[in-house]
């Protein structure tokens, strides 16, 4: 009985310096933009100039960006941004937005969220 406690206690105090000495993996950064236009941005219902202004962000502003989609050409670039952690769809043209880490497309983005959603209340369903 002692020597199996003893070596209980030994393989805990192994596995902790072992866990001890694992590296600290780093959360990835989440992509986010900053405003570059001195007059500041629009933010718009839908990627488009033609859709409603829904927010104003002021010059230098940073601002979460979930995904992006090709739409509305603007001064050359078809890029648009959809806002993270917004209640409602939030874009914001990126001619105007100096991105930060990697923008994923939203068909993308989005279809792997949809299927974790369905996949958490179907758990049995196949996709």
Same mark, same amino acid.
């Given at each position: ?23 600290? *993996? ?7 933009? =900053? ?9 718009? *219902? ?55 880490? =990697? ?7 989005? =279809? ?16």
């Amino acid at each position: 009985m002692r020597r199996t406690a003893g070596a209980l206690v030994g393989a805990l105090a192994m596995g902790g310096a072992l866990f001890a000495a694992a590296p600290a *993996q780093a959360a990835p950064a989440l992509p986010y933009g =900053t405003v570059t236009s001195p007059v500041g941005l629009n933010v718009r *219902q839908f990627p488009s100039t033609d859709s409603s202004v829904v927010g104003f962000l002021a010059n230098n502003a940073q601002v979460g960006l979930t995904c992006k989609v090709r739409a509305q050409d603007i001064d050359g670039n078809t890029i648009w941004y959809l806002e993270r952690g917004a209640s409602h769809e939030r874009w914001i043209s990126a001619r105007y937005v100096a991105n930060t880490g =990697t923008v994923s497309y939203c068909n993308t983005v989005l =279809t792997s969220a949809l299927s974790a959603q369905l996949q958490s209340q179907h758990p049995h369903a196949k996709g």
